[in-house]
DNA sequence: TATAGTAGTGACTAAGCGGTCAATTGTCAA
DNA sequence: TTGACAATTGACCGCTTAGTCACTACTATA
């Protein structure tokens, strides 16, 4: 539907300039140059709105980053996390914006568990990224480091989303890898132990489950026209209910949709069904 | 004043569970068992409440961690500084998740540059003690250290603002110090240089070219419907391609966008341009 | 061309906001 | 007890907001 997407296009303008609060349904259909009532007709409400934008964008994010973690090669892994990580920043820079303006609580219930889960599931792709770098090595430290990565990455992206200065990608990613080494290979002390995390781990929602997925599956299906893709996803949703085809095929399936923009989260959800790497 | 003391601890407990533009005056008001009225015998405006709490904290906070960075002795100059920092946080939680809440750029200009200076004398602090720790070491990679300080205190806060664990601020405080020490000692690229701090301190305040003031004028324009306002905006904009209007007419149009939500910007640089106090 | 049905409109409502001020209450010296 | 003044109140104002809905404009088929 292009009126969705042309009001989720504007509206994010808006937000990433104002925040979310700021900025009325008024101005963004305004800027749209639709009605108000268009917009109802697109949105039930402005929180619906907010909400699409956040999966739209963290969909996309979270599947980028695990499927450059999931590569087989290591050479390279940590400095394609990282530059991955910001050429999204990069890409989506209105939505890093929206999300810097905008911290988890200042949303209601439902968005905070929302990006709560995201949060979770780029911990984990981080944590698993960890544990094949550095092994045993990282044992007792790698929720630090996993806090140490994140920092980075959050005081980096902010310094080049206030201050709209040009950044060498490269180097910014290869300095990260330099320090997160330096962290890994030669750090002693562990302040956040298992038990920690245990108790930050709590509220999380494991929401994964088959019927989920077909779900998200079936919203793609309906915004797709006839592809390859499309073809793939239906196969996969079968696939998803009764269980029939050679894990090859599903393999080949998967990458398939893979670099289809709104299929991104699709494949991860169904990367981590299938158990495929 | 007892009553200013009193709004500004209740305020500050209601800003911490719900954010600023969430609570009301009222809301205010009730939790202190006064009258919507007592409030603005102790405060002109909401806004007035926002900057005395933020001055209040901030004063403290900067004046804490500078005494301890001033301290003679270099032997636990860091831990210090990290124990001080964690021990403000705690002791002030309310206030710290006020700031996680509410990032600078969601305020108005007022408090944007205000938190900004804050923020800069923060810096400046942390980069005297790293030339004091570090010397030559840290020649060419003061910023990025610095950076990676302020990432750490940052993600470390959160952890415990976020979920009220216990925390163990001397284990907390030692392995910081051991992540600084190692990157200090360690690190070999650079990527933040000298320009690019330049870049970073010149906006805000020196920011007043007309044409840039032009630029942010004609997004305004852009996004504001039909009104007084966008007249006077239109007007302004002339003005400061083509003086020609009295000062007295200047400082009227001038004062009609004062207070519309989205120009407070505009009207900072528009002031600071035309010098009107 | 007539018609049915969808897409789009914008004046409108109700609620909530920051801020004001005439009216009320409290205080204390005379 | 009185009266003058200061402190305090909360109904009220003007304004903005998210959301609604009776209406109109379009479009495609018959």
Known sequence: MAK???????????????????????????????SKGAFYLSFKSKDELIVALIDHFMRQFTADIDFVVS?????????????????????????????MKEPAQSFNEELFSK??????????????????LYGDLSKDLKYDLSFCIK???????????????????DLLSQSLVEK???????????????????????PLIEDTSSEKIVEVIEKNIEDMEDSIEKES????????????????????????????PHCKWAAYLLRKHFEIK
């Open 151 to 169: 920092g980075f990455m959050s005081t980096y992206s902010e310094l080049y989303l206030l201050y709209k200065t040009p950044i060498d990608m």
């Open 4 to 34: 969705k997407q042309l009001i989720m296009e504007k509206a994010l303008e808006l937000f990433a300039k104002q925040g979310f609060e700021a900025t009325s349904v008024q101005q963004i259909t305004d800027h749209c140059g639709i």
């Open 115 to 132: 990006l709560h889960n995201y949060n979770k599931s780029l911990e984990k792709v981080i944590l698993s990224m960890i544990e094949r």
């Open 180 to 202: 997160t080494n330096l962290l890994a290979k030669n750090m002693t002390i562990t302040f956040i132990p298992d038990e920690l995390i245990e108790i930050i781990d709590q």
């Open 71 to 99: 590569d087989k090669n290591e050479e390279d892994l940590l400095y394609n996390f990282y530059y991955t990580a910001f050429q999204s920043f990069s890409k989506h820079s209105d939505f890093a914006k929206l999300l």
């Open 233 to 260: 996803l239906i196969l996969l949703k079968q696939e998803l209910l009764e269980p029939a085809l050679h894990p090859a095929i599903v393999k080949g399936l998967l990458s398939n949709i893979q670099h289809h």
